[in-house]
């Protein structure tokens, strides 16, 4: 199994509190992310050696979640700051040939017979600042974009497709409402405050705390107002590396 995370990585924690139940992956610039034990699977259920997987920095899985692997095409990527709940299932492909004979795959069984490669699903992606509820399915080659919440035991198709910052739940998941209105959600994938170190988000806590759906002007007043932070944060540290 090929796991990679950021640039920066200092490390696995021996002395997290959460190492009973979880791999602490730890940043030289702060924070830390939480892969559950026992999260690779394989199509027998032991522990997936084939396939890669990608977790940003201030990340976590919940206790009791997999990612199903049956090949080394299959990729898992899950960006920053995405929240996850308990329990759930990332079967990245398990797809069967439907367009021969039989849907068996009949090569294991022996005797000389052979089947065609069954298909196989894209990459699944997980971007920014995702919150996902409990016991949710995501089936192969689907992408949850920035921002979006995903509801309890939803189910999401193969090669779902969401809009950033939606809600999303059912079976199949459908889009409920977004979380904000339009120009605010354009602020938001504009400003992408998961680009920038956690200094920088602490140094701008306030704005944090502050509700987005309350006064739209005032929104995207803050909004504009934390854009001007960060890019001059980016000149300050451009002009330092130079």
Same mark, same amino acid.
């Given at each position: 199994? *090929?796991?990679?995370? =950021?640039?920066? +990585? #200092? ?10 139940? +979880?791999?602490?992956? %730890?940043? %030289?610039?702060? @924070?830390? !992310? ?13 522990? $997936? &050696?084939?396939? !890669? +997987?990608?977790? /940003?920095?201030? !990340?976590?899985? /919940?206790? @009791? ?6 090949? *080394? &095409?299959? !990729?898992?990527?899950?960006?920053? +700051?995405?929240?996850? @709940? ?6 990245? *492909?398990? &797809?069967?040939?439907?367009? %021969? ?40 080659? /689907?992408?949850?974009? *920035? ?21 999303? #739940? /059912? ?20 400003? $992408? ?16 705390? $502050?509700?987005? %759906? &309350?006064? =739209?002007?005032?929104?995207? =007043? ?14 300050? #540290?451009?002009?330092?590396? #130079?």
């Amino acid at each position: 199994m *090929n796991i990679e995370t =950021e640039t920066d +990585f #200092a490390g696995i924690s021996s002395d997290s509190p959460y190492c009973e139940e +979880f791999v602490v992956m %730890t940043y %030289t610039s702060g @924070g830390f !992310s939480v892969i559950p034990s026992g999260f690779f699977r394989d199509w027998f259920d032991r522990e $997936a &050696q084939i396939g !890669s +997987f990608y977790i /940003g920095r201030c !990340s976590g899985l /919940g206790v @009791g979640s997999i990612a199903k692997y049956d090949s *080394n &095409q299959q !990729s898992l990527r899950v960006g920053r +700051f995405v929240s996850v @709940g308990l329990r759930l299932r990332f079967l990245l *492909n398990g &797809q069967h040939e439907s367009r %021969t004979i039989s849907t068996s795959m009949l090569s294991i069984y022996g005797m000389g017979i052979t089947n065609i490669s069954p298909p196989q699903y894209a990459d699944s992606i997980i971007r920014n600042d995702v919150w996902i509820g409990d016991e949710m399915m995501m089936l192969g080659g /689907g992408i949850i974009e *920035n921002g979006c919440i995903i509801g309890a035991r939803s189910l999401l198709p193969p090669n779902f497709r969401s809009e950033p910052y939606g809600i999303y #739940a /059912g079976n199949p998941a459908r889009l409920i409402r977004f979380r904000f209105p339009e120009r605010v959600r354009e602020a938001l994938l504009d400003l $992408a405050w998961w680009e920038m170190p956690l200094s920088w988000i602490r140094d701008n806590n306030d704005a944090f705390l $502050a509700d987005l %759906t &309350q006064d =739209e002007g005032l929104s995207l =007043e803050l909004l504009a107002v934390l854009k001007s932070r960060k890019m001059e944060a980016l000149a300050l #540290a451009h002009h330092q590396s #130079a």
